[in-house]
């Protein structure tokens, strides 16, 4: 697998690069909105301190790495982050994005996930996986528009949200193993099943 962290990449209307101290106001309006971070592991931010530390904390701890995929999502016209997306480097390679809401609809998400899925799978990744909120239907929707097949649901209890959540977990093989799936979530979580009723569920059934 090729060595690399965070290269630049251009789409038709995006520049996706690394986050940088002087976007930290701009980190701020991507995280602290309560609707945009309605189904994210976290608790909305409110000051630029705030936003400071988690740039600090989740970006410019990353890009020290050899490789790493930490993305700000960027319109070319100003260069301004309006969101971001990223792929882990642990064993589950999950793809994660958010994307402030005035740029809701406008097939930018899909755009940026669309170019850094196709740098990984040029760096040797085998595959990718991404999880969503069941009442997210919309990140739902977006994972299939990458070629994302659903495999299962889970419950986990989400850190520092109060009430166990239920997730569906999908998954992009670039290789030939069709039949790979990523059983990480399955195995630790007691409540796990596949839903009958959903495009694309594997035809062998776990319980």
Request: with cysteine; aromatic share 14%.
């Amino acid at each position: 697998m090729r060595i690399n962290n965070t290269p630049i990449l251009e789409t038709e209307r995006l520049v996706l690069r690394r986050f940088t101290k002087d976007d930290i106001e701009a980190i701020l309006h991507i995280y602290k909105d309560p609707e945009v971070n309605t189904f994210l592991p976290w608790h909305p931010i409110k000051t630029m301190e705030e936003a400071m530390a988690l740039y600090e904390e989740n970006y410019e701890q990353s890009y020290k790495k050899p490789r790493g995929y930490k993305y700000a999502v960027c319109l070319k016209s100003d260069n301004i982050p309006v969101g971001y997306v990223h792929v882990s480097t642990d064993d589950s390679y999950d793809l994660g994005y958010g994307l402030r809401r005035e740029f809701w609809h406008s097939g930018i998400m899909r755009e940026a996930a669309e170019a850094v899925v196709k740098q990984v799978k040029e760096d040797g990744f085998s595959y990718i996986t991404a999880t969503h909120d069941v009442r997210n239907h919309r990140s739902g929707e977006l994972m299939k528009g990458l070629g994302m097949n659903y495999q299962y649901t889970y419950e986990e209890q989400w850190h520092p949200l109060e009430n166990p959540i239920t997730f569906r977990m999908y998954q992009l093989n670039f290789d030939n193993e069709c039949i790979r799936r990523y059983d990480k979530y399955w195995i630790i979580s007691k409540v796990h099943y596949i839903e009958d009723n959903l495009e694309g569920f594997p035809d062998v059934k776990r319980v």
